[in-house]
């Protein structure tokens, strides 16, 4: 089986630009998480989405969004980039999501977002 | 809110040695506990999980108990490999989603 891919894997962009990061889940997976990793605050959640409802969301601010289509395939979008969001942006997919906090997530290999 | 407290690194050990890697939690109810290893460039991977008191996950020669009493899941492995140079993240996830909060993650260089 196939595991998590995330597109594309390094994107440089400059201030003030928006940016969309996709990823495809393990097939049949219906829970798409994302978190963003950088050296100074190290792994925090963003946001969860589960049969395309966003069902937790972590402190972002709004420019960071997303949206999970039919298919479990899912987008994250920030808006009005900073050098801040320099990040690795990494998504994670579980098969049920929601309630069960036994469901494990499966890692992709992460999107590397330099802001310039 | 939920926390988790990693000892800080980097830890380095010589080839076989035994490894701890301490991890202590905070969260209400009863959360989930979790082992992930981060290759240099690349995402997480999950080394083990347990989902209760008093289970212990394993994988690959690594194992860690899950203390309710001492709130901990400590890493052990008892001969270390050059290959198990990583990142170690211990983290955790509440009832109520899949939302996994995580430590600040432990170098660990291995010398041959």
């Known amino acids: 089986k196939a595991g998590v891919t995330q597109t594309p894997r390094y994107l440089i962009k400059t201030r003030g630009q928006q940016v969309t990061l996709s990823c495809s889940p393990i097939?049949?997976?219906?829970?798409v998480s994302w978190y963003q990793q950088t050296p100074g605050q190290g792994l925090q959640f963003l946001f969860e989405?589960?049969?395309?409802?966003?069902?937790n969301k972590g402190n972002f601010p709004g420019r960071f969004s997303g949206r999970q289509f039919s298919n479990s395939r899912s987008e994250m979008n920030v808006s009005t980039l900073e050098l801040g969001d320099s990040a690795l942006y990494l998504c994670?997919?579980?098969?049920?999501?929601?309630?069960?906090?036994?469901?494990?997530?499966?890692f992709g290999p992460g999107t590397r977002l330099t802001v310039l | 809110g939920d926390s988790v407290t990693q000892m800080e690194g980097p830890v380095t050990l010589s080839e076989e040695a035994f490894l701890t890697i301490n991890c202590t939690y905070t969260?209400?109810?009863?959360?989930?506990l979790f082992w992930y290893v981060q290759y240099p460039g690349e995402g997480l991977q999950l080394l083990l999980k347990?989902?209760?008191?008093?289970d212990k996950g394993s994988n690959k020669g690594f194992e860690a108990t899950y203390r309710k009493e001492t709130t901990s899941f400590h890493l052990e492995k008892g001969s270390v490999q050059v290959s198990d140079s990583a990142v170690y993240f211990c983290?955790?996830?509440?009832?109520?989603?899949?939302?996994?909060?995580f430590g600040a993650g432990t170098i660990l260089r291995v010398k041959s």
């Open positions: 994670a997919s579980s098969p049920r999501g929601g309630a069960d906090s036994t469901d494990t997530q499966y």
């Open positions: 097939s049949g997976h219906r829970s």
């Open positions: 989405y589960f049969s395309e409802t966003q069902r």
């Open positions: 969260a209400t109810g009863y959360p989930s």
């Open positions: 347990a989902t209760k008191a008093d």
């Open positions: 983290a955790l996830s509440a009832r109520g989603g899949n939302k996994l909060v």
